[in-house]
């Protein structure tokens, strides 16, 4: 849930980045705010990665401006890194150390001494349950593991804001939904994340928001719900009978808000361009009423990766 407060801790604001002739970010603005997962999905070389190195201070836009927390990473990058954390899609580790070795080296990085930087190892190592494999040498570690402890890397300083770009890259299932648990975590505690990943399942189920870019521009941004109620949302629905299936099918075409009707003995497929549940019920009754002889009557409506196969061209620079 989105924590209660007017005041976004991301913006991209009219952001621009050119490579040459290859707009990489045109013109994207979006906001996050605390305790929000916002999504950030598109097809590689979208400009996803892009606009996060900006964010996270690592380039320059050309044009616009990207603020953390209300901080510009063109005017205040010092104070933008104080505030945020990092998990790029790669990165690099010291085989030579432990996971604690190498979570310490990070919290005296950003100048954490004493009991703070304790606290914040001994907090970081629990969460993301990399403390009972504290001592292990990082080179050992799982991929599951990796991420985790770049997440713990990410996060050792406390940020209010998370940068997150292809967390669950290479996971096995498991660990996918444990990380993903700990995502949400993060937001409950009023933290704001920006995610970027091309598992659109994940983020459909852990995003508060997203945002789909393309070509380097932002084509669209909004919550999932709002997204899918501009794109002439539509429900599957599937009907099993014991017989008279095509029967069905001719007396669907009259009905209303029914489209795409294909029909066999037993089964009927088609299109309910209505979203409400009421007229789910309503229909079925009608059908029941007609004297079809339903045995199962399911319905599906789109997920996200429908939203973004609609929006999208597969278009590249």
């Not at 979006?30 to 950030?40: D, L, N």
């Not at 010092?78 to 432990?98: A, C, K």
């Not at 928001?209 to 941004?221: Q, T």
């Amino acid at each position: 849930m989105v924590a209660s407060t007017d005041r976004p801790m991301i913006e991209l604001r009219r952001l621009f980045r050119f490579f040459g002739t290859t707009k990489a970010v045109n013109d994207v603005s979006f906001e996050v705010y605390p305790g929000q997962v916002f999504g950030y999905i598109g097809p590689n070389g979208a400009g996803k990665t892009t606009s996060m190195r900006i964010l996270s201070t690592l380039d320059l836009p050309d044009y616009g401006d990207a603020l953390v927390d209300g901080f510009s990473v063109i005017n205040d990058p010092d104070r933008v890194r104080q505030r945020l954390g990092f998990m790029p899609d790669n990165f690099g580790t010291y085989p030579n150390m432990n996971c604690v070795e190498y979570l310490d080296f990070f919290a005296r990085s950003y100048g954490l001494v004493g009991r703070d930087r304790t606290k914040a190892l001994r907090r970081t190592l629990a969460y993301t349950g990399l403390d009972r494999i504290a001592e292990k040498p990082i080179r050992g570690l799982s991929k599951g593991m990796r991420q985790r402890l770049c997440l713990g890397r990410a996060m050792i300083h406390d940020p209010a804001v998370l940068i997150l770009d292809e967390p669950a890259n290479g996971l096995d299932p498991r660990a996918r939904i444990e990380l993903r648990n700990m995502i949400r975590g993060l937001a409950a505690d009023s933290k704001a994340l920006l995610v970027s990943s091309h598992i659109l399942t994940e983020l459909g189920e852990m995003c508060d928001a997203i945002g789909i870019i393309e070509r380097g521009e932002l084509i669209v941004s909004g919550t999932v719900a709002e997204i899918k109620a501009r794109l002439r949302p539509h429900i599957d629905v599937l009907i099993k009978l014991t017989s008279r299936g095509e029967d069905l099918g001719e007396w669907l075409k009259q009905a209303p808000n029914v489209d795409h009707i294909a029909a066999s003995q037993q089964i009927v497929r088609f299109q309910l361009s209505s979203t409400e549940a009421d007229h789910q019920v309503e229909l079925l009754r009608a059908i029941v009423l007609a004297d079809f002889p339903v045995i199962e009557f399911t319905s599906e409506s789109r997920t996200l990766e429908d939203v973004f196969m609609q929006i999208t061209t597969g278009a590249v620079q």
